[in-house]
């Protein structure tokens, strides 16, 4: 079509040049027409006579030009359109097709494979999603969330996020104080599968995961998402939406309802923090548990497998909550990176993602803990030596924008510079490589908040992010500081976020526990740190660890202060020009070490090889513990979509491998079974190294 | 546009006026000149092309264009809509008509009123939503998406994939092999039937206005399809149902539950209620107290009670007017006599296999509906405003009109037809006298049933000798007694099957162990309430439409074996005795005559009786149907259709005072508009 109407055009301007009047009125005006019609069929007669080449004239096709190509191209487009989902529709099986003719016929999904096998359904199975992943929907909200009744705010297309930016924010973040709801807005997590079946459309979570368990004959009366609000801290989702609750009874239905079979729980992410907690939870008395008394656990829980778990915490919530900078932990900032990366929106975007995610509690939850015994200090860490380049086909692939960029100050050092993966956040390259003798710091210790003076309420709009409140001298002396381990990067947020690190601490607890026994540990915020808790007593239960590794994930980072002297912006970014060598592990300002891209193995891996290991103090009854990991494979085809060996924190939910896991266990299989430990990273190695009492 | 088209008229004009067989002749030429003259010779032929092609390019291109044309209008429309304000059509309804009221949930909050019982919605048959999780290859790609409810594509796209899907087993009454169809859960599950089509989403929202969010709310969704007992056996729905109330009440500060069944929703609650005291196996094993502890009050919306007349035309012959909304998916299709035939039978094999289309069949039976020569709402008057003008003193002018209709005609005709609620022929639906209506359908069948004939459908009429049909039903009249035997005699196997889950009649001895079986529970005439002397039992329902409530048949013309052989016989007209269309209608919410929406409570229920020994309070509130003002107020805030009424501003307040805290006296009791106390002085029913 188009052609034809070019070429139309073309030849109409082409022979344009000798236009006789009577042939320009044959096209014109239709009023014009009408009355002439008999003389331009004369004409027309007359023309076609003598052989005049006719000519369609320029003028009436202008006239209609703009409009009404528009409009056509418009509908042209509109048509096509159609005839493509038409038939898109009609084909169900298209894709599949090219993709079996582009690779060969593609493997059984396992779903299908074991059911094939004949497995059948036979525990209930119970999903915890983890943070970010879960929709959030409106309740109640101010009159500029008119007609959002029930509508996602978090999840599904965000279309808020552009049409009502401020909105939004507003509804999203809780009360700096409470960690609950402001007053007049109730945001509350979406229920049932649904919730966190897709992120976002097309962007599968659950949803794979689902489906092949419905292959073996699962549907949702042995099925069941447990959604929380994932912004407040665990307990809070008790006081408020009474989720421990009702996940306790709706285990203990499970149960009853399917043959008094036990539950295989899957926790994503942060939800194997939130399943630790509920586990302390439910046999904690009341008020402050649940009640279900010591043994509980033990009654209704025949796995917990977790996918992906940050046990040990998460170096990025570091970033993250020091200048909002974190690579992913916030998809908040993949909604639109574009913009956050230009300088003129840059600082006050990043300020609001502060604020607002400051206010979640759960962020908190995923600082590292375990402090240097874990994440090592100044001189030592557990992974010192890992060699990035082993991973260098990967490393490749995250690089290819980096490469593109200066690569002007590598050090050309004749050995390879020891990597110092304790040192969490160094103030520039030099403090993260010397040598500790020859730092010269200061300690925390040496100042603090109180001795410095405070900046009255200062206006910086109404973005809170405790910066504001300080001088300059402040960030002055925390770059002084220089290098920052786990431990005293805690002590570092208490300084310059003193009011959000009393909610952090009121909710969480970062140590290790010298004596378990201790009356402290039953409040609750230690129920999610598995070094400040013990499993429960449920000698039958298995633990599962199961995460991707093969893929860079941040470990720890270089700081500079931001060039504009003014707290009321962020003082702190990451100095991304800070490279190491093309073997090493610093790209952009970032240590890298193996994990799944968002989790470390160590933080994921270390308490199913180690703490818990054996009957150990955090394992007093001798739970089965097995470590799974899955070597990231990227997809092979554009066809292939996120890939069936993806070993990444998210898309690792759609591993064929993890998820014939998870269908054995569920039908019946016990670790032992699966083939007990796969362990391709250095994880032994590395949980050798930490010293820690057992 | 105008100027396109117009330009394109003169074009053809042009056309018409010779300039196209001109052209052919001056193609012609062109080839000869371009043998002389080489110096033209391509323009002309240029020329005669382009003149072809631009008569194609009228067709195809305008048609692009105006599709171009209603895309922009429509994006721009679009566009408008997102960036005016939301408040836009209230602010232009407001214009018009005035001032809206403050929705009740927005009035009562400023009143002061806080969620406080815990709610749950019981919805009714069909407006569920139900999402494969199993099925053939041709549902490929529909895993977990909506095979019911929401937009029906499939029913178009895969009209026979779709069927089959929908399809029960007809023996177990359960899934066919291989195909996994399960309720949709959570509150998505019945809030919209389709897009923009509310069920309970008002409610729901104005719930929330007062402080309900899902902790303390929970939709009971089941597979509306199956017999209530199985939803159990297959789904534990019933247990689950038990165990979520359990732990509202718990994290509800220990406050009971109020419960919104709404339409079959209240038989399915009925049944949950005996369901759940009874002891395991076959019951819940909650044990003799556990409603009385657990339950706040059971706000029954439009419950069919006693059944509804609409489930007998259904049966026999798939044409109830939307008790089955498949039919009205497909209004068109369906009246047209092309289709007729095959997606009747389609749609009656598959009602047919769903057990719980049988849980509506008039319960209660001649005593409840009336015999051949009296029924207990005869001589009602099918006046539009008779409703209006009991109460108005507006109308009293025409009091004395409506006095005169009231009365009851007295010249001799009876008109006493709501008892016979299928007559085969108008006459028989009049006729006096009683001697032709001793004869009744026995269950067995004379004629040896014929071997499996090859129509397809399971239908059950393929097996049936015309005549004997003819000559079981030709001029004779069944009343809601012998209806159910008329349905034993032409499908047994459907009858086996409903026998096997429900009961139709009127218990002598309550205290008969029989009763302990699950089928007699959700028929509140051979149940007792369970003992709870604190929960309230309200019917709630709308009055002022016209409902079915009794059929004139006729035998089909069709003569092919595989047709249905009786239909409605629409042409049967008498606008007088309130029958239009083949049916005669009475006081009801269009779809659940007042009779059975309100007799329980009116009667059965109310004091102590032995259907309730415990003496639970039971409270009547009727809500009078008004149309909606104007179009703007979409499906109208003081409807009282059968499902519409879900979204009346009255009934919304009173679920809301209840749901807050209020009894049913300090609501205001009782509500009748109706004259449901006179007719239930008339059922002889023993308390």
Same mark, same amino acid.
């Given at each position: 079509?188009m052609?034809?109407?070019?070429?139309?055009?073309g030849?109409a301007s082409?022979?344009?040049?000798?236009?006789?009047?009577?042939?320009?009125?044959?096209?014109?005006?239709t009023?014009?027409?009408?009355?002439k019609?008999d003389?331009n069929g004369?004409?027309?007669?007359?023309?076609?006579?003598?052989?005049?080449?006719?000519?369609k004239?320029?003028?009436?096709?202008?006239?209609w030009g703009?409009?009404?190509?528009?409009?056509w191209?418009?509908?042209?487009l509109?048509i096509?359109?159609?005839?493509?989902?038409v038939?898109y529709?009609?084909l169900?099986?298209?894709?599949?097709?090219?993709?079996?003719?582009i690779?060969?016929p593609l493997?059984d999904p396992?779903g299908m494979k074991?059911a094939?096998?004949?497995?059948?359904?036979?525990?209930?199975v119970?999903f915890?999603?983890g943070?970010?992943?879960?929709?959030?929907?409106l309740?109640?909200g101010r009159?500029?969330?008119d007609?959002?009744f029930?509508?996602?705010?978090w999840?599904?297309?965000?279309g808020?996020?552009?049409?009502r930016p401020?909105?939004?924010?507003?509804h999203?973040?809780?009360? $700096?104080?409470t960690?609950?709801?402001?007053?007049?807005?109730?945001?509350r997590?979406?229920s049932?599968?649904v919730?966190?079946?897709?992120?976002?459309p097309?962007?599968?979570?659950?949803?794979?995961?689902?489906?092949?368990?419905?292959?073996l004959?699962?549907?949702?009366?042995?099925?069941?998402?447990?959604a929380?609000?994932?912004?407040l801290s665990?307990?809070n989702?008790?006081?408020?939406d009474?989720?421990?609750?009702?996940?306790?009874?709706?285990?203990?239905?499970?149960?009853?309802t399917n043959d008094?079979?036990?539950?295989?729980?899957i926790?994503h992410?942060?939800?194997?923090?939130?399943?630790?907690?509920f586990?302390?939870?439910?046999e904690?008395p009341?008020?402050?548990?649940?009640?279900?008394g010591?043994?509980?656990?033990a009654r209704?829980?025949k796995?917990?497998?977790?996918?992906?778990?940050?046990?040990?915490?998460?170096?990025k919530?570091?970033?993250g909550?020091?200048s909002?900078?974190?690579?992913?932990i916030?998809i908040?900032?993949?909604?639109?990176p574009g913009?956050m990366?230009?300088?003129?929106?840059?600082?006050?975007?990043?300020q609001?993602?502060?604020?607002?995610t400051?206010?979640?509690d759960?962020?908190?939850?995923?600082?590292?803990?375990g402090g240097?015994?874990?994440?090592g200090?100044?001189?030592?860490?557990?992974?010192?030596?890992f060699?990035c380049?082993l991973?260098k086909?990967r490393a490749?692939e995250?690089?290819?924008c980096?490469?593109q960029?200066?690569?002007e100050k590598?050090?050309d050092?004749?050995?390879k510079?020891?990597?110092?993966y304790?040192?969490?956040?160094s103030f520039?390259?030099?403090?993260?490589e010397?040598e500790?003798s020859k730092?010269?710091?200061k300690?925390l210790?040496d100042f603090?908040r109180?001795?410095l003076?405070?900046?009255?309420n200062v206006?910086c709009?109404?973005v809170w992010?405790?910066?504001h409140e300080?001088?300059?001298e402040?960030?002055?002396?925390?770059v002084?500081?220089?290098?920052?381990?786990?431990e005293?990067?805690?002590?570092?947020?208490?300084?310059?976020?003193?009011?959000?690190?009393e909610?952090?601490?009121s909710?969480?607890?970062?140590?290790?526990?010298?004596?378990?026994d201790?009356p402290k540990?039953q409040?609750?915020?230690?129920?999610?740190?598995?070094?400040e808790?013990k499993?429960p007593d449920?000698?039958e239960?298995e633990?599962y660890?199961m995460?991707?590794?093969?893929?860079?994930?941040?470990r720890?980072?270089?700081?500079?202060?931001s060039s504009?002297?003014?707290?009321c912006y962020i003082?702190f970014r990451?100095n991304?020009?800070?490279e190491?060598?093309?073997?090493?592990?610093l790209k952009s300002?970032v240590y890298?070490?193996d994990?799944?891209?968002?989790v470390?193995a160590?933080s994921a891996?270390?308490?199913?090889s180690?703490?818990?290991?054996g009957?150990t103090?955090?394992?007093?009854s001798?739970v089965?513990?097995y470590t799974?990991?899955?070597?990231?494979?990227?997809?092979l085809?554009?066809?292939e979509?996120r890939g069936?060996?993806?070993?990444s924190?998210?898309?690792i939910?759609g591993?064929?491998?993890?998820?014939?896991d998870?269908l054995r266990?569920?039908?019946?299989?016990?670790?032992?079974?699966?083939?007990?430990d796969?362990?391709?990273s250095?994880?032994?190695k590395?949980?050798?190294r930490?010293?820690?009492e057992? | 546009?105008?100027?396109r088209?117009a330009?394109?008229?003169?074009?053809s004009?042009?056309?018409?006026?010779?300039s196209?067989?001109?052209?052919?002749?001056g193609?012609?030429?062109?080839?000869?000149?371009?043998?002389?003259e080489?110096?033209q010779?391509s323009?002309?032929?240029k020329?005669?092309?382009k003149l072809?092609?631009?008569? +194609?390019?009228k067709c195809?291109?305008?048609f692009?264009?105006?599709n171009?044309?209603?895309c922009?209008?429509?994006?721009?429309?679009?566009l408008?809509?997102?960036?005016l304000p939301n408040?836009?059509?209230?602010y232009?309804?407001?214009?018009?008509t005035?001032?809206l009221?403050?929705?009740?949930g927005?009035?009562l909050?400023?009143a002061?009123?806080?969620?406080f019982h815990p709610?749950?919605?019981?919805p009714g048959?069909v407006?569920?939503g139900?999402?494969l999780?199993?099925g053939?290859s041709c549902?490929d790609?529909?895993?977990?998406?909506?095979?019911?409810?929401?937009?029906?594509?499939?029913?178009?796209?895969?009209?026979?994939?779709?069927a089959?899907?929908m399809?029960?087993?007809?023996?177990t009454g359960?899934d066919?092999?291989?195909?996994?169809?399960?309720?949709?859960t959570?509150?998505?599950a019945?809030?919209y039937?389709?897009?923009?089509?509310?069920v309970?989403?008002?409610?729901i929202?104005?719930l929330?206005?007062?402080g309900y969010d899902?902790?303390s709310?929970?939709?009971?969704?089941?597979?509306?399809?199956?017999?209530f007992? $199985?939803?159990?056996?297959?789904?534990?729905?019933?247990?689950?149902?038990k165990?979520?109330?359990?732990?509202l009440?718990q994290?509800?500060?220990?406050?009971k539950?109020?419960v919104l069944?709404?339409?079959?929703?209240?038989?399915?609650?009925?049944?949950f209620?005996?369901?759940?005291?009874?002891?395991?196996?076959?019951?819940?094993?909650g044990g003799?107290?556990w409603?009385?502890k657990?339950?706040k009050?059971?706000?029954n919306?439009?419950?069919?009670?006693?059944g509804?007349p609409?489930a007998?035309?259904?049966l026999?012959s798939?044409?109830a007017?939307d008790?089955?909304?498949?039919?009205?998916?497909?209004?068109?299709l369906?009246?047209?006599?092309?289709?007729?035939l095959h997606?009747q039978?389609t749609?009656?094999s598959?009602s047919?296999?769903w057990?719980a289309t049988?849980?509506?069949?008039?319960?209660?039976?001649?005593t409840?509906w009336?015999a051949?020569d009296?029924?207990?709402d005869?001589g009602?008057n099918c006046?539009?405003?008779r409703?209006?003008c009991?109460?108005?003193k507006?109308?009293q002018?025409?009091?004395?009109?409506?006095?005169?209709?009231?009365?009851?005609?007295l010249d001799?005709?009876?008109?006493?037809?709501?008892?016979?609620l299928?007559?085969?022929?108008?006459?028989a639906?009049?006729?006096s006298d009683l001697?032709l209506?001793n004869k009744?359908?026995?269950?067995?069948?004379?004629s040896p049933?014929?071997a499996?004939s090859?129509?397809g459908d399971?239908?059950?009429?393929?097996?049936?000798d015309?005549?004997?049909?003819?000559?079981?039903?030709?001029g004779k009249?069944?009343?809601?007694?012998?209806a159910?035997?008329l349905?034993r005699f032409v499908?047994p196997?459907?009858?086996?099957?409903?026998d096997? $889950?429900w009961?139709?009649g009127?218990?002598?001895?309550?205290?008969?162990?029989k009763?302990?079986?699950?089928?007699y529970?959700?028929?509140?005439l051979e149940?007792?309430?369970?003992?709870?002397?604190?929960?309230?039992?309200?019917c709630?329902y709308?009055?002022?439409?016209?409902t079915?409530?009794?059929y004139?048949?006729?035998m089909?013309?069709? $003569?092919?074996?595989c047709s249905?052989p009786v239909?409605?016989?629409?042409?049967a007209e008498?606008k007088e005795?309130c029958?239009?269309g083949?049916?005669?209608?009475?006081e009801?919410?269009?779809?659940v005559?007042?009779?059975?929406?309100?007799?329980m409570?009116?009667?059965?229920? +109310?004091?102590?009786?032995?259907f309730?020994?415990s003496?639970?309070?039971t409270?009547?509130?009727e809500?009078?149907?008004?149309?909606?003002?104007?179009?703007?107020?979409g499906?109208?805030?003081m409807?009282?259709g059968?499902?519409?009424?879900?979204g009346?501003y009255?009934?919304?307040?009173d679920?809301?005072r209840?749901?807050a805290g209020?009894?049913?006296?300090?609501?205001?009791?009782?509500r009748?508009?109706?004259d449901?106390l006179?007719?239930?002085?008339q059922?002889?029913l023993?308390?």
């Open positions: 079509m052609l034809r109407r070019r070429k139309q055009q030849s082409a022979a344009s040049e000798p236009v006789k009047p009577e042939a320009d009125s044959h096209h014109s005006s009023n014009e027409r009408t009355t019609t003389i004369l004409q027309e007669d007359k023309k076609t006579a003598s052989l005049v080449p006719a000519q004239p320029q003028r009436p096709l202008k006239k703009c409009m009404h190509t528009c409009c191209l418009i509908g042209c509109w096509m359109w159609w005839t493509v989902l038939l529709n009609t169900p099986s298209l894709p599949q097709y090219v993709t079996e003719a690779t060969g493997p396992p074991l094939k096998e004949g497995l059948q359904a036979h525990h209930p119970v915890v999603p943070i970010v992943t879960g929709g959030l929907e309740w109640q009159p500029c969330a007609g959002l029930r509508k996602r705010l999840g599904g297309t965000f808020e996020v552009y049409r401020l909105c939004w924010l507003e999203m973040r809780l009360d $700096n104080e960690g609950l709801d402001p007053p007049g807005i109730k945001v997590p979406v049932g599968l919730a966190a079946d897709y992120f976002a097309g962007y599968f979570v659950w949803a794979v995961l689902i489906e092949n368990l419905a292959r004959g699962y549907e949702e009366k042995s099925m069941h998402m447990a929380y609000d994932w912004r665990f307990q989702t008790e006081v408020r009474k989720t421990l609750s009702r996940l306790k009874s709706t285990i203990e239905l499970l149960v009853q008094n079979r036990k539950v295989v729980v926790p992410s942060m939800g194997a923090l939130y399943f630790l907690h586990m302390k939870w439910v904690a009341p008020p402050m548990g649940g009640g279900g010591s043994g509980w656990v209704h829980i796995a917990i497998m977790n996918i992906g778990g940050p046990f040990l915490g998460v170096p919530a570091f970033a909550i020091f909002a900078e974190g690579k992913d916030a908040a900032r993949a909604v639109a913009v990366d230009t300088e003129l929106f840059g600082l006050q975007t990043l609001h993602i502060m604020h607002v400051r206010t979640w759960a962020t908190m939850s995923m600082f590292p803990k240097e015994v874990i994440w200090d100044l001189d030592t860490s557990p992974e010192d030596g060699d380049s991973k086909e490749e995250i690089s290819v980096e490469s960029e200066l690569n590598q050090l050092l004749s050995g510079p020891q990597t110092h304790g040192r969490m956040v520039g390259k030099e403090a993260a010397m500790s730092i010269v710091r300690t210790k603090n109180g001795n003076p405070v900046r009255a206006s709009g109404e992010t405790e910066y300080m001088r300059w402040g960030v002055e002396a925390v002084e500081g220089k290098i920052y381990t786990a005293t990067m805690l002590d570092l947020l208490r300084f310059l976020a003193p009011r959000m690190m909610r952090a601490d909710n969480w607890g970062y140590g290790v526990a010298d004596d378990l201790n540990y409040h609750y915020k230690y129920w999610s740190n598995p070094l808790t499993l449920a000698p239960m633990v660890c995460y991707g590794v093969g893929m860079l994930t941040e720890s980072y270089i700081y500079k202060p504009n002297n003014d707290t003082p990451i991304a020009s800070a190491g060598s093309s073997e090493g592990c300002g890298f070490v994990g799944d891209e968002t470390p160590l891996g270390f308490m199913c180690k703490g818990w290991r009957k103090r955090f394992n007093p001798n089965a513990s799974r990991e899955y070597d990231h494979a990227p997809p085809t554009l066809l979509g069936t060996q993806s070993g924190h998210v898309d939910m591993n064929f491998a993890l998820i014939e998870i266990v569920a039908a019946g299989a016990t670790g032992e079974e699966l083939g007990g796969r362990i391709y250095d994880l032994l590395w949980s050798e930490i010293q820690i057992l | 546009m105008l100027r088209r330009q394109a008229a003169g074009a004009q042009n056309i018409t006026d010779g196209v067989p001109d052209s052919g002749d193609k012609e030429k062109s080839y000869e000149a371009n043998v002389t080489s110096k010779d323009s002309p032929t020329r005669s092309r072809g092609s631009s008569t +194609r390019w195809i291109d305008s692009c264009w105006f171009g044309w209603i922009t209008v429509a994006l721009a429309l679009l408008l809509s997102k960036i408040s836009l059509p209230g232009v309804t407001e214009v018009i005035g001032p009221p403050d929705p009740p927005v009035k909050a400023k002061g009123l806080r969620a709610v749950v919605f019981v048959i407006t569920g139900l999402e999780w199993e053939r549902a790609g529909l895993f977990r998406k909506r095979l019911w409810g929401g937009t029906f594509g499939e029913v178009y796209r895969r009209p026979s994939c779709w089959e899907h399809t029960l087993d007809n023996e359960l066919p092999e291989g195909i996994r169809v399960r309720a949709v959570g509150l998505v019945a809030d039937f389709a897009p923009g089509y509310f309970w989403a008002v409610v929202e104005s929330a206005k007062i899902e902790k709310m929970y939709m009971a969704a089941y597979d509306w399809r199956l017999s007992q $199985n939803t159990e056996v297959r789904d534990k729905t019933l247990s689950r149902l165990s979520t109330i359990e732990m009440k994290t509800n500060q220990g406050r539950v109020v069944p709404h339409s079959m929703g209240a038989l399915y609650f009925l049944h209620l005996k369901w759940v005291e009874a002891p395991l196996p076959m019951g819940g094993g003799p107290d409603v009385s657990h339950i009050a059971t706000m919306i439009a419950g069919p009670l006693l509804v609409k007998l035309p259904g026999l798939a044409e007017k008790i089955a909304v498949a039919r009205s998916i497909a209004p068109e369906l009246d047209s006599a092309l289709f007729v997606t039978r749609v009656m598959i047919r296999t057990d049988m849980s509506m069949i008039p319960r209660g039976g001649e409840i009336g051949f009296k029924s207990p005869d009602f006046s539009v405003n409703l209006e009991d109460e108005k507006s109308c002018p025409d009091m004395t009109d409506l006095s005169t209709g009231q009365e009851p005609p001799g005709k009876s008109t006493s037809h709501y008892g016979r299928i007559s085969f022929g108008k006459e639906s009049k006729m001697a209506f009744r359908i026995k269950g067995d069948r004379v049933i014929k499996n090859s129509c399971w239908i059950e009429y393929d097996e049936l015309r005549d004997e049909l003819r000559a079981a039903v030709e009249v069944f009343t809601a007694e012998a159910v035997d349905l499908a196997q459907m009858m086996q099957k409903a096997a $889950n009961a139709y009127i218990a002598d001895d309550l205290d008969n162990p009763y302990q079986h699950h089928k529970w959700s028929n509140p149940t007792k309430l369970p003992n709870a002397p604190d929960m309230e039992v309200y709630l709308g009055v002022g439409i016209l079915e409530r009794s004139i048949y006729k089909s013309a069709l $003569n092919d074996t249905i239909q409605i016989d629409t042409s008498d005795n029958l239009d083949g049916a005669y209608f009475a009801g919410d269009e779809t005559p007042t009779l059975s929406a309100g007799l409570c009116a009667q059965g229920w +109310r004091g102590k009786t032995r309730n020994p003496q639970s309070p409270f009547i509130r809500y009078k149907h008004a149309p909606p003002a104007n179009i703007l107020e499906r109208g805030t409807s009282a059968h499902v519409d009424i879900m009346n009255a009934l919304i307040e679920i809301l209840v749901a209020a009894s049913g006296h300090d609501i205001g009791g009782d009748i508009y109706s449901l006179k007719w239930a002085e059922i002889p023993k308390l």
